[in-house]
């Protein structure tokens, strides 16, 4: 029986097909994990020390609605002439609409490759259980993932010391002010955080600096960054750059194929972006599911992202552009947000830290103003006063 075939069971895949039975599809929904266990979450793995995995449903949820769920299936081949998938097991299913959700795997540069990463339920396990009083954790890369690693290591009482090759933290994904609340309070909870170090070869217990510094550990974590999987993509023939190709409807350059969330390289607000968040990965997924079935809009969602390490909230909506100007605004409890407009004055990204909850409704409120292309009014949007609801109303 052919019908829609989804390749990976992450965030994107699993949202697309049931978003596939909440639109009223009918035909067979096919939806393939490379991974052994029910399909889930993946941001609280370097979030917190809780082995058992967070389930984005349940095992019964597939069955009820008539997905069938397939564990432990390795694509090996998309024949897009054919319309078909080959799995390592030999078997070979037939498609109508094939939607590709492989998401992305750990960046490990040259010399890196023996060091741990994190990005599966496998990785965590060998990782959180050994992390406790008295152990040495190196983490190579000042990123989200990175630091979150470190601020869970540091409450499990483990020694910690980040390398960062940049001049500061988090410089490709947040403005330096926040980067700098961060920093310190890194430096606080204890972490050794090191910038600017050059690492010239690393493995599971010990890192090799360009200048020579030989650095010992418990285990190193390798946190610089992941790498769209697109082999699958590239082999078929499809149309790859940093990611697989897509229009506004996740249409790949073939026929009846489409791709979405962390693997694919899709166009937002005139230019090309590839993203590696939990939401954009669930929107995307529904957005993909609405496209194979004759929904033709082009996605425009505002991009957003968070981090949470220690009692800090990080968050960004749209993509901020770190070599440009921003407007603050000083909210309680010394959190603050950072608004960026566009080269039309219009408000195109949102930055802020706090504690808690601290600067979520402003975020909020924000991503709103983004999408409504609201102008940025210097002096209104710095003056906490100045409730960001009435900006919204006006635009």
């Keep these: 029986m052919t019908g829609i075939v989804i390749i990976g069971a992450?965030?994107?895949?699993?949202?697309?097909?049931?978003?596939?039975?909440?639109?009223?599809y009918e035909g067979a929904v096919t939806l393939l994990s490379a991974e052994a266990v029910l399909p889930y979450e993946r941001p609280p793995l370097s979030k917190d020390r809780t082995l058992e995995p967070k389930l984005i449903r349940n095992e019964d949820a597939y069955g009820q609605a008539g997905i069938d769920l397939r564990l432990g299936a390795e694509v090996v081949a998309i024949d897009t002439a054919a319309g078909t998938v080959a799995l390592s097991g030999g078997e070979t299913l037939a498609y109508d609409k094939l939607l590709i959700a492989t998401g992305a795997r750990p960046r490990v540069f040259p010399g890196m490759e023996d060091c741990l990463t994190l990005?599966?339920?496998?990785?965590?396990?060998?990782?959180?259980?050994?992390?406790?009083?008295?152990?040495?954790?190196?983490?190579?890369?000042?990123?989200?993932?990175?630091?979150?690693?470190?601020?869970?290591?540091?409450?499990?009482?483990a020694g910690v010391m980040v390398l960062e090759a940049a001049p500061r933290l988090m410089g490709r994904a947040v403005p330096e002010e926040i980067a700098g609340v961060v920093h310190e309070r890194h430096l606080?909870?204890?972490?050794?955080?090191?910038?600017?170090?050059?690492?010239?070869?690393?493995?599971?217990?010990?890192?090799?600096?360009?200048?020579?510094?030989?650095?010992?550990?418990?285990?190193?974590?390798?946190?610089?960054?992941?790498?769209?999987?697109?082999?699958?993509?590239?082999?078929?023939?499809?149309?790859?750059?940093?990611?697989?190709?897509?229009?506004?409807?996740?249409?790949?350059?073939?026929?009846?194929?489409?791709?979405?969330?962390?693997?694919?390289?899709?166009p937002w607000v005139g230019q090309n972006v590839r993203l590696e968040s939990w939401q954009a990965a669930q929107e995307q997924g529904a957005h993909a599911a609405a496209a194979m079935l004759g929904d033709m809009t082009d996605y425009a969602r505002v991009p957003w992202f968070w981090s949470d390490q220690y009692d800090l909230s990080l968050q960004v909506a749209g993509l901020f552009d770190c070599t440009r100007g921003s407007v603050r605004r000083d909210l309680a409890d010394g959190a603050f947000v950072l608004f960026q407009a566009d080269d039309g004055g219009r408000l195109r990204a949102v930055a802020g830290v706090g504690p808690g909850n601290a600067i979520a409704k402003d975020i909020k409120l924000a991503e709103k103003l983004i999408d409504k292309g609201a102008l940025l009014d210097e002096a209104a949007f710095a003056d906490p006063s100045v409730n960001l609801k009435s900006l919204l109303r006006a635009a």
């Design 119 to 157: 990005r599966s339920h496998n990785d965590a396990s060998a990782i959180l259980p050994r992390l406790g009083p008295g152990v040495r954790v190196g983490i190579i890369g000042g990123g989200f993932i990175g630091l979150e690693l470190a601020a869970t290591a540091r409450r499990a009482g």
């Design 188 to 266: 606080k909870e204890g972490v050794d955080i090191r910038t600017g170090a050059q690492v010239a070869s690393a493995d599971a217990g010990s890192v090799v600096l360009k200048d020579g510094t030989a650095l010992a550990f418990d285990l190193v974590i390798a946190g610089t960054g992941a790498t769209p999987n697109t082999a699958l993509a590239e082999a078929a023939g499809l149309a790859v750059d940093n990611g697989v190709r897509v229009d506004g409807c996740f249409r790949t350059s073939a026929a009846d194929v489409f791709a979405a969330g962390d693997c694919c390289n899709f």
């Design 10 to 24: 992450g965030e994107c895949g699993v949202r697309a097909a049931f978003e596939l039975r909440g639109k009223g």
